[in-house]
């Protein structure tokens, strides 16, 4: 019954619900734009809550058991259970299997229908819009489906992805468990405008994209956001000084490492982000790994800006991201000498002479979505991106590339989005698509998410 209002709301209007559909409080500028249809309503940044918004969700699931016969407490406790399912397939002009779609992603699979994630959230989030006293929360993710591929880090589970090659060449299972996130929340309202201090497994602090399907804006994820850093174990502190200025701040055990890991190392990052424009800009710049770059289970070096923007009162607003990244002493997959230093799913590097045990691996992207709000239900979007692998390490191919893509997300109230894309793009020296033997590949695909 409860998804049947949220699918007809107009039929179930109360007092009760028309009051609950304002704009919740808020301490800070506006938000800029409407979740949904949109993936969020503030422009995002990682290793945090929004400091100074609602971060709670309303899903079926949480919705009964505030309404059963201990309401009172799940009301009182802030704890929150909810989760969902995502399917998705395509038809694509590469038809190789298993993953001939590569690199493109998550859409690896041609031409068939798969389970993408199924995610259940165990979760409490710290009030961080009062500023009387401190507070608290954590969250548990667990992920289930194809996208463990992507989320893997070692130390966590990562049997079922390194070690078991498969007999059609490709690594790994196809389904996999993954607790992408892990961590507790430590909120105090008395350090500028509130200071919140993440601690476990949290999600890799810059991008546009997330790894969590309804994150994003699309249902397939740009190269830029494929071939980064996913996750990240450690502690991270966020303090927002002023209505203009955050800082970030922190150490982890590295991207996609368990402190645990043999492949853990001491990684810093440190972030800025500016807001202006009465929260219609922000401005993002981001160190997200700093240590010694050198060659190991993606341990990338990375650097990002990020620049939000919506177009004065309009319905339209744009999100940009560039990055540069690197990993030093990369061995040579031109040289057999080198074969012995490869790291399972690390690839090597093109150098640019056969005789280099190893070298340096630089990248580079920067990818463009515009978006258009067209009511609460639907929205467009566009995306173009161009995407650089210098030396072949991040997808196996020395070659740039570029992508385009337009996207429509249809909502059904609030517990389900189709997200139905056309995508093309084009490998310029190399072929990289349906297992390196085609340059050019055009996807249509989609994906339906169903909250509970």
């Known amino acids: 019954m409860a998804y ?11 007092s009760d619900t028309q009051s609950s559909s304002t704009e919740p409080p808020y301490r800070g500028y506006p938000p800029p734009v409407s979740n949904p249809p949109f993936p969020f309503s503030v422009w995002p940044i990682g290793g945090t809550p929004w400091i100074g918004y609602p971060n709670s969700t309303d899903y079926p699931l949480t919705q009964a058991l505030q309404s059963g016969p201990h309401g009172d407490w799940w009301k009182k406790s802030n704890f929150q259970i909810y989760g969902w399912v995502d399917v998705g397939g395509n038809l694509s002009t590469s038809t190789a299997r298993p993953y001939g779609n590569l690199p493109a992603a998550y859409i690896e699979v041609p031409n068939g229908i798969v389970l993408d994630q199924a995610t259940l959230y165990l979760e409490r989030v710290p009030d961080t819009i009062q500023t009387e006293h401190w ?8 992920l289930y489906g194809l996208d463990y591929r992507f989320t893997t880090a070692k130390g966590y589970f990562s049997q079922q992805l390194l070690n078991n090659p498969q007999a059609n060449g490709s690594i790994g299972l196809k389904y996999g468990y993954d607790p992408v996130m892990a ?11 509130g200071m919140d201090i993440r ?21 397939s994820h740009s190269l830029t956001y494929t071939y980064d850093c996913y996750t990240q174990t450690g502690i991270n502190t966020t303090i927002k000084w002023t209505n203009h200025w955050t800082i970030q701040f922190g150490l982890s055990g590295g991207c996609e490492a368990a402190p645990w890991a043999p492949d853990a190392t001491l990684t810093g990052n440190a972030c800025m982000g500016y807001t202006w424009s009465e929260g219609g800009d922000n401005l993002y710049i981001c160190a997200n790994s700093l240590n010694n770059g050198h060659y190991n289970y993606n341990n990338l070096n990375a650097y990002y800006a990020t620049w939000y923007h919506k177009f004065g009162h309009s319905t339209w607003h744009f999100a940009w991201e560039t ?3 690197f990993m030093k002493d990369t061995p040579n997959v031109n040289n057999p000498a080198a074969a012995p230093l490869l790291i ?12 280099e045990l190893t070298c340096f691996a630089p990248e580079w992207a ?24 210098l030396k072949g390490q991040r997808t196996g191919y020395k070659t ?27 490998a310029f020296d190399s072929p990289a698509y349906n297992n390196g033997t085609k340059t050019n590949q055009f996807v249509a695909s989609m994906d339906v998410i169903f909250f509970y």
């Open 183 to 193: 961590y507790v929340d430590l909120y105090d309202p008395h350090v500028g405008k």
């Open 199 to 219: 601690i476990g497994r949290y999600i890799s602090l810059p991008d546009i994209e997330a790894q969590l399907a309804p994150n994003n804006y699309t249902y």
């Open 344 to 355: 399972t799913n690390s690839n090597g590097a093109y150098c640019n002479h056969p005789t």
């Open 135 to 142: 507070d608290w929360g954590f969250r548990f993710t667990n």
């Open 323 to 325: 990055w540069y990244q």
């Open 4 to 14: 049947w209002k949220d699918w007809h709301p107009s039929k179930y209007a109360t």
């Open 400 to 426: 740039p590339y570029s992508s385009s893509l337009v996207s429509w997300n249809h909502w059904i109230g609030t517990t389900v989005v189709f997200r139905p894309e056309l995508r093309f793009e084009h």
């Open 366 to 389: 920067s990818v463009y979505y515009l978006a258009k709000y067209i009511n609460k239900e639907n929205a467009l979007i566009f995306r173009t991106e161009y995407f650089d692998d």
